[in-house]
């Protein structure tokens, strides 16, 4: 078969893998609206109306990120937020770093009743912690992986299918726990959390790409949106992390062991030795 065909067709079976359509997706790309420029962020209530956004360079080349602090925090309304226990992935790329017992509230929408809520934060209370929370129930991945002393950018998602809850890190899973969410309401806040209407101290994160969609992505699909994300990756025909397979992100170009081969703890999860 010709070369450049076979390329094309991988390339092409890849794409298939990554092709998920977001219901919203904010660049900040020195700007606060989403792709469609139908909906934008705003201040959240008890910000100093002074307050502007500081844009900073994001995780790829030539991108931008928004700068999220106790004094600098947003919130938008999106009417088809994923509601009661509809399907959904929320991701979005960071750096976080919140200082001393602080709790970074990377973004949370819903309601304040019995599992009406769905947050994700970040704290460094111990170890490093990624936390969903639904009011009456929560979801820890302690050691998560996140090094808030470090520059380096991080993909955190959160997918749930109805019934079950997981949490990645990169292309890495963290945890699932089994949950029957009722969420009601469709104000999505960063930075903040729901009920706070005053700036939190301690608070310290750039966010990048969010990303909203109403089906719960597979861990092969959001490994595939992290390698198409990452610098260090962008372009590449497959990518493998190890994570106690040989399979590639997309599961297209899966390797075949030749001998013995055992899986060791890796800079991110597991490695191949």
Known sequence: MNKKLLTLMLMVVGLEVIA???????TFDNTLQDVSNSHVFALNPGVPATATPT????????SYALAISGTYNVQVNLANLPQGNAARTIMMRVQSYPTGSATNPLWVYGGNGALQKLSLTHDNNGSSNLMTDTVSTSSIATNCGINSLSNSWYLVTVTYDGTTLKIYRDSHFLLSETVNL????????????????STVSGVGFKVDDL?????????????????????????????????NNLNSSTGNH??????????????????LS
């Open 55 to 62: 844009f900073t360079s994001g995780e790829s080349s030539g």
């Open 182 to 197: 009722a969420t009601a309401g469709n104000l999505l806040k960063i930075g903040q959390f729901l009920e706070s209407t």
């Open 20 to 26: 998920q359509t977001p219901i919203y997706h904010f």
């Open 211 to 243: 990303k909203i969609f109403d089906s719960a992505l597979t861990a092969q699909q959001i490994g595939a949106i992290y390698s198409n994300g990452a610098d260090l990756n962008n372009g590449l025909l497959a990518f493998y992390d190890f994570e």
């Open 254 to 271: 899966n390797l075949t062991a030749q001998g013995a081969m055992a899986y060791v703890t890796g800079i991110e999860g597991a490695s």
